[in-house]
């Protein structure tokens, strides 16, 4: 997963969030539509637009390059962006600049919650 700057990250940095999840994420099953070669966007039902590429071992040298290409140009247009990786699909979320000035005190809308998943800010008590 990364965060852009204005994509919710707070200075430009580039930073990954890598981890195993034990559960099946949205991302893993949701229907693509084909945009151009092999590029796909996320369903237009999916309330998140996305460039979607596949990968396996075979072309991920491939992907790479094409992922390096639409980054590239969001970057020139100064477009934010996120980008979650999941089993076998990179996920590239154009995102509108956010004021981070402005720091969320319940949810911050980035890659965890692009790939389905839904934190929650609050405290818990751990039990002993």
């Not at 966007?41 to 460039?51: E, I, Q, S, V």
């Not at 999941?86 to 809308?109: L, N």
Request: aromatic content about 10%; hydrophobic content about 40%; glycine content about 4%.
């Amino acid at each position: 997963m990364y965060n852009s700057l204005l994509g919710w990250a707070s200075v430009n940095h580039l930073h990954f969030h890598c981890y195993a999840f034990n559960h099946e994420l949205v991302l893993d099953k949701l229907k693509l539509t084909l945009l151009a070669g092999d590029v796909f966007k996320t369903d237009p039902k999916y309330p998140l637009p996305a460039f979607v590429i596949k990968f396996d071992k075979e072309n991920i040298e491939k992907v790479a390059e094409k992922v390096a290409a639409i980054t590239d140009i969001l970057h020139e247009l100064d477009v934010a962006h996120n980008m979650v990786i999941t089993s076998g699909r990179c996920y590239i979320f154009p995102r509108k600049h956010a004021d981070t000035s402005i720091v969320s005190q319940c949810v911050d809308p980035a890659c965890v919650e692009l790939s389905g998943q839904f934190p929650c800010k609050v405290k818990t008590l751990v039990q002993q």
